[in-house]
């Protein structure tokens, strides 16, 4: 899909559809609709005035102009009360317009943001509204046969500035925004792909993509390379399945030379049955999400090359499947990691954090700025804070603070958990360094406690995407199924961090 912004008045837009918009709290319009109104004859302000248009969030009236303007239809877009009014309000809003369009066939629209600017930043607004509209387009069919032909798609979105500086920096926003979307929808296409045909193999080479740019550099490790390395935690994990594992390096070098990176670490399970500890076959088809953290990780290097961001990162994905067999791994198992800490498995579908801690110890080769991972990595977590937040714990306050903006900024909540020093207490082992688990209370915590140990002395940050990273039903600019969640927070927070630098 095309994005576009040019010069023009919404009054001499010539197309099929243009979405202006109107504040729930607004006696009058104002705007791009008053203009359309006043050229219109009242088309506009008649809906308001019968109170079949109220402007409440994201409610939507197609009106058609039978000639009275060069375009054919005027989308009237509510925004909800102005004093709610942000950007988010403007991405779930924008993500419903491009639905109705969509649903009517159209293949390209304009919309004008006229009224909107002020006392809030044009860029983001205008960020917030392609990503609005890229996102909540976003569709899988790759393995749809029937009806491909009927399809319907919008081709061409195009915003209308009102000259040429405001053009400038609406289409500088507007690139940013495609570019981000673009990698959700990469990172949502590598979740929903069956496991068939993501293996960790697959994985990796899916993980080119990421690697277009001339500054990013990918290395994947083999189970040779990996038993040489030590990683025996996350190769005990890959023992009951037929596929090899996979250890995928990201490196993009935007930074100065030398200059130490940021490191973000994602779980890469391409199926999770549970292991020898097998999960409930209801919903299991879903496990085929497992790997959305690496599938971020892999998102955001490629967002952050495209975007030329003035920092050094390193992505790393340990990736493998989690299925019984007589070679899998055992409850009672001790398993040596490459930080030479020994583990007792208690669950073998407590699998996430055994792979991550050879990937965290991996992550202190790169001296780190900071370390962040990201993992579908706990049920605990949605009983904890539910199917929308993401769970955060952490090391180091100035980066959770951080995170907390990003999420602010993006839409994509997050909520803090302690990792307070008793809770080390769950995983003691009377056999081994620590267990892998500690039991039902605090489940999503002691699992970041775990991770911990293998975080080293860098500022770390744990998140636990197991809520949103699938959904059972569509949500605003979200479809049902994978969210790609993580991916814009993490890119606005090294858009922060980058800015910070200057």
């Known amino acids: 899909m095309k994005v576009d912004v040019k010069k023009g008045s919404p009054v001499a837009f010539r197309g099929e559809a243009i979405v202006v918009s109107h504040f729930e709290d607004s006696r009058k319009l ?217 250890f995928i390096i990201l490196e993009y070098d935007g930074g100065k030379r030398g200059e130490r990176p940021y490191v973000i670490v994602g779980k890469g399970i391409t199926f999770d049955s549970g292991g020898i500890s097998l999960k409930p076959p209801d919903k299991m088809e879903e496990m085929k999400a497992d790997m959305s953290g690496g599938a971020a990780v892999f998102a955001v290097i490629k967002a952050a090359a495209e975007l030329k961001l003035p920092l050094n990162l390193v992505g790393l994905v340990p990736a493998t499947e989690n299925l019984p067999g007589g070679r899998a791994y055992k409850p009672g198992d001790v398993l040596r990691s490459m930080s030479g800490k020994t583990i007792e498995v208690i669950s073998t579908d407590a699998e996430g954090r055994l792979i991550l801690a050879d990937a965290l110890t991996y992550a202190g080769r790169f001296k780190p700025k900071a370390i962040i991972d990201m993992a579908t990595l706990t049920g605990a977590c949605i009983i904890a804070l539910g199917d929308d937040v993401i769970g955060m714990m952490g090391t180091d306050d100035g980066l959770k603070n951080d995170l907390r903006r990003a999420a602010v900024e993006t839409g994509e909540k997050l909520w803090e958990l302690p990792i307070w020093d008793d809770y080390a207490e769950l995983i003691k082992s009377d056999v081994a360094d620590m267990k892998n688990t500690g039991g039902r209370a605090g489940g999503a915590i002691t699992a970041a406690v775990f991770l911990g140990k293998f975080a080293g002395d860098a500022p770390w940050v744990h998140l636990d995407i197991a809520g949103p990273a699938w959904l059972s039903k569509e949500r605003h600019y979200i479809p049902r199924g994978a969210s790609a969640v993580g991916v814009r927070l993490m890119v606005r927070f090294l858009r922060d961090r980058a800015t910070q630098k200057k």
């Open 30 to 246: 104002q705007g791009a609709a008053l203009q359309l109104d006043s050229s219109s004859g009242g088309c506009l302000g008649e809906v308001l005035k019968t109170g079949d248009f109220t402007g409440k969030h994201a409610q939507v009236s197609v009106i058609y102009t039978r000639g009275a303007l060069p375009v054919r239809r005027i989308l009237l877009l509510g925004l909800g009360k102005r004093k709610d009014f942000d950007p988010e309000k403007l991405r779930r809003a924008f993500s419903k317009a491009a639905r109705t369009i969509r649903e009517l066939g159209i293949p390209a629209f304009s919309a004008s943001l006229a009224s909107l600017d002020g006392p809030r930043n044009l860029e983001d607004l205008t960020e917030a509204a392609v990503e609005g509209v890229l996102l909540g387009l976003y569709q899988f069919t790759n393995f749809k046969t029937a009806d491909k032909k009927e399809e319907r798609k919008v081709r061409t979105f195009t915003l209308l500035a009102a000259g040429d500086r405001e053009a400038r920096r609406m289409k500088a926003a507007a690139q940013r925004a495609d570019i981000v979307s673009k990698a959700v929808w990469y990172a949502r296409d590598l979740v929903s792909t069956p496991s068939n045909e993501m293996t960790p193999t697959d994985m990796a080479r899916r993980a080119k993509d990421a690697a277009a740019s001339r500054k990013v550099r990918l290395t994947v490790l083999d189970n040779a390379r990996m038993e040489k390395l030590g990683m025996h935690a996350l190769l005990s994990v890959a023992r009951g399945s037929m596929e090899p594992a996979r």
